[in-house]
């Protein structure tokens, strides 16, 4: 009975360590192909997020930081002519209920002004039929902030004093969108060079609407109640 039981215990052993080895190789040979499709993917949100043009685009990235975060900034150019930014940025100071939430936003000069031309969420977590419905085109937070000029805006949701007219029942996913979409301002500006350092460029982003945005404290914390 000992050398049965030991022979079982051998095989389960084997059969673990074998299902293992492959599942390590499968994510070898997808890996590649998943970073590909995901950079793919932020490379057709770029052009999304902008108007439409002729010509092939030019686009130079520059990866700007704030603290632990990366902010990708995107010029994008056609036949030489400047089209316009697509900054790929993630929500800071506000997690979204899930998890944060990351937007490809585009920004355009128009004017003498600079205008938030489009808006595409690349990552988000939130519960079906309540924050992820960020994802669908015309939402609330996405017509409240584009068209609109970015200094002109308070990076919270209405409720609170700010732009962004929150989805039903979505208020932390919600300020979670309105802190990416200030994420991206600040990029921007510092991208214009505009901005001094990466250290003031969270501030620097809202600083005409400061009194507005001066309600930080970490309400995510807080529960379902509050959200969904």
Not at 12 to 19: D, E, K, M, P, Q
Not at 163 to 168: E, I, K, M, Q, V
Not at 179 to 202: C, F
């Amino acid at each position: 009975m000992k050398s049965s039981l030991l022979n079982m215990v051998l095989v389960l052993f084997g059969i673990t360590a074998v299902a293992a080895f492959l599942v390590g190789v499968v994510n070898n040979i997808t890996k590649d192909t998943i970073a590909q499709t995901e950079q793919k993917n932020k490379d057709l949100a770029k052009l999304e997020v902008l108007p439409a043009f002729e010509g092939e685009a030019e686009l130079r990235d520059t990866v700007r930081r704030i603290g632990d975060f990366e902010i990708n900034v995107t010029t994008v150019k056609a036949n030489g002519v400047l089209v316009g930014y697509a900054v790929e940025a993630p929500s800071i100071t506000r997690n979204g209920y899930a998890d944060r939430i990351n937007l490809m936003v585009g920004f355009v000069e128009k004017n003498d002004t600079t205008i938030i031309n489009g808006i595409k969420v690349l990552k988000q977590s939130e519960t079906p039929g309540l924050g992820a419905n960020m994802t669908k085109e015309g939402n609330s937070l996405e017509r409240s902030a584009v068209g609109k000029e970015p200094k002109t805006l308070a990076f919270a949701v209405s409720k609170e004093g700010g732009s962004f007219d929150a989805l039903t029942g979505s208020t932390i996913s919600s300020r979670a969108y309105a802190n990416a979409v200030e994420t991206a301002y600040a990029g921007y500006l510092w991208a214009k060079g505009e901005l001094p350092s990466a250290e003031d460029a969270m501030s620097g982003a809202t600083k005409p609407n400061e009194e507005q945005t001066t309600n930080v404290e970490p309400e995510a914390q807080k529960g379902e109640q509050n959200n969904e």
